[in-house]
């Protein structure tokens, strides 16, 4: 298809889904202000414009945004995941990387995008699930290694998620490239062990409420998936050992810290998190323009610097902004959509 060609040739996807309005939304009697036109086209009508004011009577109400995938309420996991990640599996099996990240505000849908829940899995376990089934194909001339780490970066602070009693993690870098030292590892057969694994590690991420959500999650959860392959059959010739790594992100909530009544502790983090959005919006940035060769500077934050090799050069990158359609959430609606489209391709 159109899509999976595209795929195959650019470095960045930006991928938009606006998830179903909410029991809470409709109760607020909030109305749906995202709509997506079709596969490639959304677009947001600002509720606070008087449709009566005959000054602005000319002036559109809606603005239309334009990615490379656009899914609805209406989506499902598994469509999601075919249409935005399932390419790469080949490419990290043959020793390329890539990343996948969630981006948006709370409540807006990463968690359930990239993790989901025991009934609707989301882009990790299907990931891992696709990953075994196309190793399996070529398990006769290729030995692997798979190995998985879950960590998060709150306050730019690097956490293992499957080993909290771990402490602070550092950022090495060796000849393998970027490393966490001290980072455990895990090894699953099933998806549904596997599964199991990421919520138990999703749950011990540091949540902070805040005024404005009680559950917002303010670190980036970060599953690292390295897959090492090696051909069976040996001759005199050295030994070619390849090294794919895949990272798959739920990012912080991107709502701004000027955004939410936070003092203190909690306008901390909010520095932080916008400091690592931030730089990793620069770079993506920069890998959007294929001709002006910008400087990427991956030591602006520890989230960079864990991706410095997935980001950018031989590797694919994959956004998958997330909404709500809720009018009373146009304000984040509009700053994730301005984000994500500066981000895309020229
Ligand atoms: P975030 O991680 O961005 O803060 P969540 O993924 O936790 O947001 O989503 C908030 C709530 O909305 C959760 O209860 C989640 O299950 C639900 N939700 C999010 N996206 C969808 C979707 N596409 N379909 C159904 N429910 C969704
Ligand atoms: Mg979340």
């Known amino acids: 298809s159109k899509n999976e060609s595209k795929q195959e040739e650019q470095n960045l996807i930006v991928g938009l889904r606006i998830r179903p309005l909410n029991e809470d939304e409709i109760i607020a009697g909030a109305t749906p202000v995202a709509h997506k036109v079709d596969d490639n086209m959304v677009v947001l009508m600002d509720p606070t414009d008087d449709p009566d004011d ?27 995941y075919e249409k935005t990640t399932k390419f790469l599996i080949p490419n990290v099996v043959n020793g390329y990387n890539a990343t996948v990240f969630a981006y948006g505000a709370t409540g807006a849908g990463k968690t359930y995008t990239m993790l989901g829940t025991a009934e609707e899995r989301g882009i990790m376990a299907r990931t891992m699930n696709d990953l075994f ?42 000849s393998n490239g970027v490393q966490v030292a001290g980072l455990s590892k895990f090894q699953a057969k099933s998806t549904r062990e596997i599964m199991d694994i990421l919520i138990k590690g999703n749950k011990q991420r540091t949540q902070e409420p805040t005024v404005a959500n009680k559950t917002s999650s303010r670190s980036h959860a970060v599953l690292q998936i390295t897959v090492r392959q090696k051909n069976r059959i040996r001759d005199n010739t050295v030994q070619e050992v390849r090294m794919g790594k895949l990272f798959l992100i739920d990012l912080a909530g991107s709502e701004r810290a000027a955004n939410t009544q936070n003092r203190g502790k909690r306008m901390v ?16 940035n920069a890998l959007s323009d294929k001709h002006a060769r910008k400087y990427i500077n991956y030591r602006d934050s520890k989230l960079t610097r864990l991706l410095k090799d997935a980001l950018g050069g031989n590797t694919k990158t994959v956004m998958i902004a997330t909404i709500s359609p809720a009018s009373i959430h146009f304000e984040e609606s509009r700053n994730t959509l301005v984000y994500a489209d500066r981000a895309k391709n020229i």
């Open 54 to 80: 005959i000054l602005r009577a000319n002036r559109s109400r809606e603005k239309q945004y334009i990615f490379d995938v656009a899914f609805d309420g209406s989506a499902t996991q598994k469509e999601v």
């Open 269 to 284: 983090e909010g520095a932080h998190i916008n400091r690592s959005l931030l730089a990793l919006g620069n770079c993506i």
């Open 133 to 174: 089934l196309e190793m399996e194909k070529t398990q006769e001339d290729m030995a692997y290694r798979v190995t998985v780490s879950f960590l998060e970066i709150y306050n730019e602070m690097i956490r293992d998620l499957l080993c909290p009693s771990s402490g602070v993690l550092d950022l090495r870098e060796d």
